[in-house]
């Protein structure tokens, strides 16, 4: 059974760049080599994360994310069971106002979420839209 969950959260206020930048890399490498697809985008003190595959693999993983010290009020959008996984690979990014920020990655990001269920979709954009609001 595939498997996908969606949350928000604040970054620790001690959080430096090269710290998020650890996570984000951690996060691509094993879920890369764990078959686990989605997106982790950290933005102006927060992240949005969707994390598909084996549901007791994104269970496992969820509750190693939240047990993570280095964030906090962790939101769940969704959880649920999914048919197919909609993400093609796994990205983790910055999205910022600063050079970090890469304008097609975004594009890319939002196009992944039209082919999401509508039900979802709904939601997951209006907070991508919200949490990029800076950049725009
Ligand atoms: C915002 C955030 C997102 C994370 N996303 C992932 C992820 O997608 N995959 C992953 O393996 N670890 C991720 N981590 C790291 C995990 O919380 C945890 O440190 C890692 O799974 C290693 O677990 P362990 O220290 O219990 O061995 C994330 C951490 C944070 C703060």
């Known amino acids: 059974m595939k498997y996908a969950i969606s949350y928000v959260s604040t970054a620790s ?13 951690y996060s691509r ?3 890369m080599d764990h078959h686990i697809t989605g ?18 693999l ?22 649920k069971d999914i048919v197919e996984e909609r993400f093609t690979g796994y ?12 304008e097609n990655d975004l594009t890319t990001y939002l196009a992944q979420i039209d082919k999401l269920n509508p ?5 997951v954009k209006y907070i991508l839209k919200n949490f ?4 725009k």
């Open 132 to 135: 990029s609001e800076g950049i």
């Open 91 to 102: 990205k983790a990014d910055f999205i910022s106002v600063d050079s970090r920020y890469r």
């Open 119 to 123: 039900g979802i979709q709904t939601s």
């Open 58 to 79: 994104v269970e496992e993983l969820f509750k190693r994310i939240k047990n993570d010290a280095r964030h906090y009020d962790i939101i769940k959008i969704f959880s």
């Open 39 to 56: 997106i982790l985008l950290y933005s102006e003190g927060n992240f949005f994360q969707v994390l598909e595959g084996e549901k007791q």
């Open 13 to 25: 206020s001690n959080l430096g760049e090269e710290e998020i930048q650890k996570i984000l890399d």
């Open 29 to 31: 490498n094993w879920n």
